[in-house]
T-cell receptor
Framework: ETGVTQSPTHLIKTRGQQVTLRCSSQSGHNTVSWYQQALGQGPQFIFQYYREEENGRGNFPPRFSGLQFPNYSSELNVNALELDDSALYLC??????????????FGQGTRLTVV | DAKTTQPTSMDCAEGRAANLPCNHSTISGNEYVYWYRQIHSQGPQYIIHGLKNNETNEMASLIITEDRKSSTLILPHATLRDTAVYYCIVRVANSNSGYALNFGKGTSLLVTP
């Protein structure tokens, strides 16, 4: 158990719809990152949030967006869903301080299926 | 961040040491070597990280060559529960920009009875 929780665990959406995934970070952590993992591939970095602002982004289109709340929990929103968005979405939290970031702790992920 | 190269897959007998290699020939002086693993259908799990000295914790040992161009993760007594995909990642760990990890494809380790 890492203390990072994601909801829901599984989700089925129709192409063109919008989806919101949620993540509660580990207590004391102030940074949340999101990753997409397609079947048989390693996780791909989407973006990260630090102090409620996006602070780094991978090669994902603007229809992938997010929020971080004052309690450091986070949401990942995906608009205009495409079939290729079907994947495991992972959330990771870490603590960024003067000494740099601690190791990241991952949640169990949300399995999104777009049909 | 520097790119890493790992074998696609490896086998190891239960109870024996599993030695997982990683090449990172373009690593910079301020980049650390991190290892994560991912057991099927679970989120990645942090194992260990190091800069230039060898490191050991309750899960594994990390051996980094003197020129830092390669490293080896050692699981001293592999169990069936160590069957997973192991990712070697190189990144700067002293940046306040946070924690983007480039996972690559990793090494699929199969521990057999």
């Amino acid at each position: 158990e890492t203390g990072v929780t994601q909801s829901p665990t599984h989700l089925i959406k129709t192409r063109g719809q919008q989806v919101t995934l949620r993540c509660s970070s580990q207590s004391g952590h102030n940074t949340v990152s999101w990753y997409q993992q397609a079947l048989g591939q390693g996780p791909q970095f989407i973006f990260q949030y630090y102090r409620e602002e996006e602070n780094g982004r991978g090669n994902f289109p603007p229809r992938f967006s997010g929020l971080q709340f004052p309690n450091y929990s986070s949401e990942l929103n995906v608009n205009a869903l495409e079939l290729d968005d079907s994947a495991l979405y992972l959330c990771a939290s870490s603590l960024v301080g003067q000494g740099g970031p601690t190791e990241a702790f991952f949640g169990q992920g949300t399995r999104l299926t777009v049909v | 961040d520097a790119k890493t190269t790992q074998p696609t897959s490896m086998d190891c007998a239960e109870g024996r040491a599993a030695n997982l290699p990683c090449n990172h020939s373009t690593i910079s002086g301020n980049e650390y070597v991190y290892w994560y693993r991912q057991i099927h259908s679970q989120g990645p799990q942090y194992i260990i990280h190091g800069l230039k000295n060898n490191e050991t914790n309750e899960m594994a040992s990390l051996i980094i060559t003197e020129d830092r161009k390669s490293s080896t993760l050692i699981l001293p007594h592999a169990t069936l529960r160590d069957t997973a995909v192991y990712y070697c990642i190189v990144r700067v760990a002293n940046s306040n920009s946070g924690y983007a990890l480039n996972f690559g494809k990793g090494t699929s380790l199969l521990v057999t009875p």
